[in-house]
Structures are given as C-alpha cells and as structure tokens.
C-alpha cells in the first residue's frame, strides 16, 4: 500500500480572512446556496472570495459519479430544483447590494447522468437570469461532459456565457486504471467518463460557440502521468481550441481517494506553462501548485476583455 507523501513547504495557502470573504461566507449561509469552493476544500477560497469570483454550484450536492479524486459526495441525486437560477440571480444581487464585490462569477453542478439535458437547461437558465438581474457581472460556467450528448450542450452553448469551461481532469490513460487508496479500495480518476467525449464537447463549444466565447479546460498532475503524457494532453486541448488551460497539484482530500503520487515544484509547474505557451501555442495556461479550475479567473476575463468585448 501506498504511503502518504508529506507536503511540501509550498503546498501552503493563505488563512482566509479578508472582509470580502468574510462577508460572502456570511451571506452564502443565510441564502442557502452552495458553492464548489466550499464543498470541494478548495485551498484557494480565500484568495478568490477576496478578489471577487464566486462558484456557485448548482444541481445539488450529490454527484451521480465517484471520482476517485473529488470529495464532493456521491449518490443518487434528489429532484432538480427549478427554482435555483432565479436564487442563484437573486444571490448574486443580494451580494452587490451588501456591498461584497463581485465581478466575475463561475457556475458548476455535480453531474447528473440520470437527467443530462435538464441538466443543460438548468445552466442555460441560470445564466440567463444572472445576466438578466447583473448584466455588468461575466459568466462562466463549468459543466460537466453530459455523457457526450451535442443536444445538451447546445442547450448551455445558446444561453452565451463568456466563458465555458469542461475540465479533461487528468491524461487519458488513467481514466480507469485501478488504484489502491490508503484504506485498501480500489478507485480510478474518472471511471464514468470517457476522454474523446471531453474533448468533442469542447471542440462543438468552440465551434458553434457565439463570436468570442472563449473555452477552458483543466488537468490535474500527482495522479501518477508521465510528462509526455501532459504535453501530449495539452496538445489535444490546444487542437480543440482551447484559450485557457489550467494546471494544479492534486491534492488528496481523504485516506478514502486516491494517493498522491509526486508533489510537483513550482519550477515544473512553471515549465509547463512556458511549454503550453510558447512551444504549444495555447494562449493562456494558468499553471501552478495551488492553481483550481477557478484560480484568477476573473483575471484571465480582463487578459481577454477584448474577445469577451
């Protein structure tokens, strides 16, 4: 069995303490609403809250799925809930109301493989009530692969989010192949999804997308990939079109989920980034230990104002 890795010095956030985070932690509870920041450990949530890019995560806090990775909880998931996009609106107003600055916002959900296309429809509608009630706040939205299915990813695609985003997780490879947690179960990174429909799904985004839409990705590295096997990831992103990619340390978030197999060095994380960059041509690679789907997201919306304009 696997031993723990001890972190290393950098694998260190900041406490989260800044009034803006205060103040939207405050008022995210009084709402009743989740976020991804939250039900995911995210180690960033300080930093992002307090420069005002918020992730709703909306379809529940069920996952239908059981990512050997991700701690938000998995099960059979309850009735959508119709009345969200408009909460998720309202909640957006409340907070400017309140003073809590906001600029940027990102929607995620659980994946719902038994209700796909509602699934799509709930996005579609969520964005469209955030932009009706908030139109100077830009919207991204993270969705998951909707088993491949093009007629729920119109559904998300024609509501117009400034950014869509669908994260390729790891190299294909490790998809499904057995690993060994710390408590003697078998998992695997993604074992209900499948590569090619993550990148076809980001492929039709940028595709049919509406002039300007600018389409992201992540993976994650500590799983247990090669190097060749990144850049060969960051390839397919770079020929489905994607304009940002995002590359982070896994982090284990129990003994129950898989182990880390290396702490990469700020130093390789920075190569990365320059490689993505200058040698695969991705525009922009947001590349470090702590970096999530959602890290300086609202700056990488201001490198690409004009796009987005």
């Given at each position: 069995?696997?031993?723990?890795?001890?972190?290393?010095?950098w694998?260190?956030?900041?406490i989260?303490n800044?009034?803006?985070y205060?103040?939207?932690?405050?008022?995210m509870?009084?709402l009743?609403?989740?976020?991804?920041?939250?039900?995911?450990?995210?180690?960033?949530?300080?930093?992002?809250?307090?420069?005002?890019?918020?992730t709703?995560?909306?379809?529940?806090d069920?996952?239908?799925?059981?990512?050997?990775?991700?701690?938000?909880?998995?099960?059979?998931?309850?009735?959508?809930?119709?009345?969200?996009?408009?909460?998720v609106?309202e909640?957006?107003?409340e907070l400017?109301?309140?003073?809590?600055?906001i600029?940027?916002?990102?929607?995620?959900?659980?994946?719902?493989d038994?209700?796909n296309?509602?699934?799509?429809?709930?996005?579609?509608?969520?964005?469209?009530k955030?932009?009706?009630?908030n139109?100077e706040?830009?919207?991204?939205?993270?969705?998951?692969?909707?088993?491949?299915?093009?007629?729920?990813?119109n559904?998300?695609?024609?509501?117009?989010?400034?950014?869509?985003?669908?994260?390729?997780?790891?190299v294909?490879?490790?998809?499904?192949?057995?690993?060994e947690?710390?408590?003697?179960?078998?998992?695997?990174?993604?074992?209900?999804?499948?590569?090619?429909w993550s990148?076809r799904?980001?492929?039709?985004?940028k595709?049919q997308g509406h002039?300007?839409?600018?389409?992201?990705?992540g993976?994650?590295v500590?799983?247990?990939?090669?190097?060749e096997?990144?850049i060969?990831t960051?390839?397919?992103l770079?020929?489905?079109?994607?304009?940002?990619?995002?590359?982070?340390?896994?982090?284990?978030?129990?003994?129950?989920?898989?182990?880390?197999?290396?702490?990469?060095?700020p130093?390789?994380?920075?190569?990365?980034?320059?490689y993505?960059?200058?040698?695969?041509?991705?525009?922009?690679?947001?590349?470090?230990?702590l970096?999530?789907?959602?890290?300086?997201?609202?700056?990488?919306?201001?490198?690409f104002?004009?796009?987005?304009?």
């Amino acid at each position: 069995m696997n031993q723990i890795l001890p972190k290393p010095s950098w694998i260190k956030a900041k406490i989260p303490n800044s009034p803006n985070y205060k103040h939207l932690k405050s008022l995210m509870k009084s709402l009743d609403l989740h976020t991804v920041c939250e039900e995911a450990r995210c180690p960033n949530i300080g930093e992002c809250w307090g420069a005002g890019t918020l992730t709703f995560m909306i379809l529940g806090d069920t996952c239908t799925r059981s990512c050997g990775f991700c701690s938000v909880k998995t099960g059979k998931g309850n009735d959508l809930d119709w009345e969200e996009p408009i909460r998720v609106a309202e909640a957006v107003s409340e907070l400017v109301k309140n003073n809590v600055y906001i600029s940027h916002i990102v929607i995620t959900s659980v994946n719902r493989d038994d209700k796909n296309y509602e699934s799509a429809r709930l996005f579609a509608e969520t964005i469209t009530k955030v932009r009706k009630y908030n139109p100077e706040i830009t919207i991204e939205v993270l969705i998951p692969d909707f088993k491949g299915e093009l007629q729920a990813l119109n559904e998300v695609v024609s509501a117009k989010p400034d950014i869509l985003n669908h994260n390729i997780e790891t190299v294909p490879r490790l998809y499904y192949l057995p690993q060994e947690t710390h408590i003697g179960r078998t998992r695997a990174v993604r074992p209900q999804a499948k590569y090619e429909w993550s990148l076809r799904l980001l492929k039709e985004s940028k595709d049919q997308g509406h002039e300007g839409i600018l389409t992201k990705s992540g993976i994650m590295v500590g799983l247990g990939e090669e190097i060749e096997e990144i850049i060969d990831t960051l390839c397919d992103l770079k020929t489905v079109g994607c304009d940002i990619v995002t590359i982070g340390q896994y982090l284990q978030p129990t003994r129950e989920h898989l182990p880390v197999s290396k702490y990469y060095h700020p130093i390789e994380f920075e190569s990365l980034k320059k490689y993505g960059e200058e040698i695969i041509s991705i525009p922009h690679v947001e590349s470090g230990p702590l970096v999530r789907s959602s890290y300086h997201a609202e700056k990488q919306v201001i490198k690409f104002d004009g796009a987005l304009s």
